[in-house]
């Protein structure tokens, strides 16, 4: 399985951002897989944004919610990630990654990353 993050490295304030995860080796409609999005800001930790499930239905990150909305292309095989209203705090490098299952389960693909900066 491969996953490979798309989308622009500069955004400006107060607009939206807008990445793609394009997912190659294996269908992000199969049972049981969750398709999440992760970000980490210079100097931070990772910070889970949400995920999409196989079934198709999100769940996002209760500090984020009200920005973030995550979707997907089933004839791609992509998911999509987009967040609103950005400031430079999310300035940071934004992955997409897979796991079995809600519960503590590991993420067992990880796309490689992108950098996204926010900045006028």
């Known amino acids: 399985v491969q996953l490979q993050e798309s989308g622009p490295g500069l955004v400006k304030p107060s607009q939206t951002l807008s990445l793609t995860c394009t997912v190659s080796?294996?269908?992000?409609?199969?049972?049981?897989?969750?398709w999440s999005w992760i970000r980490q800001p210079p100097g931070k930790g990772l910070e889970w944004i949400g995920y999409i499930a196989y079934s198709g239905s999100a769940y996002y990150s209760p500090s984020l919610k009200s920005r973030t909305s995550i979707s997907r292309d089933t004839s791609n095989n992509q998911f999509s990630l987009q967040l609103s209203s950005v400031t430079p705090e999310d300035t940071a490098v934004y992955y997409c990654a897979r796991k079995w299952g809600v519960g503590g389960s590991p993420y067992d693909y990880w796309g490689q990353g992108t950098q996204v900066t926010v900045s006028s």
């Open positions: 080796g294996g269908s992000i409609t199969t049972n049981y897989y969750y």
